[in-house]
């Protein structure tokens, strides 16, 4: 299963796009549509990309590392909804968070609880703040995870 338009478009929009990089709120080298810029890719740092080009990086990520990720852990068939949903949720907290998320409990499980689905998402809506490193609530995670989990329903 590959992530859809509507998918990579959610991404794309709570991601926002930045030509050059930047610092995230989880303190690391960011470019794009939310890439992280690893060893290797230094060259992002004097670049200054095009939206077109900050989604074919945004294809790539998706599909070679999270899409698969996703799909690899899944153990039943889910609608392209919610895998849409789940690849937005691993891209943003990363496959470890995914693996120990209840997202991903509830979708191998079959749960159509609609409170649970909301509360699972919900859960991954703190950012830790660079100067205490304690985790606090973020307006804009606790947005974006509201629009993955009426993705993940709808």
Known sequence: ?????????LIQEVEGFRARWYTCAAGKPT??????????EER?????????????LLRQDVDKEYGAHVA??????????QFDA??????????????K????ALANAGSTSVVAIKQ???????????????????????????REAALYLS
């Open 120 to 146: 699972a998402f919900g859960l991954w809506n703190k950012v830790t703040n660079p100067n205490t490193k304690v985790k606090e609530i973020s307006k804009g995670l606790t947005i974006r995870r509201a």
């Open 44 to 56: 992002y740092y004097k670049a200054t990309l095009s939206q077109a080009e900050a989604l074919d």
């Open 1 to 9: 299963m590959r992530i859809s338009p509507q998918g990579l478009a």
């Open 86 to 99: 789940m690849v937005s949720l691993c891209y943003n907290i990363g496959t470890g968070g995914f693996d």
């Open 72 to 81: 690899s852990r899944l153990h039943r068939d889910v609608t392209q909804h």
């Open 31 to 40: 470019i794009g549509y939310g890439h992280v810029i690893v060893a290797g």
């Open 101 to 104: 998320s209840s997202v991903l």
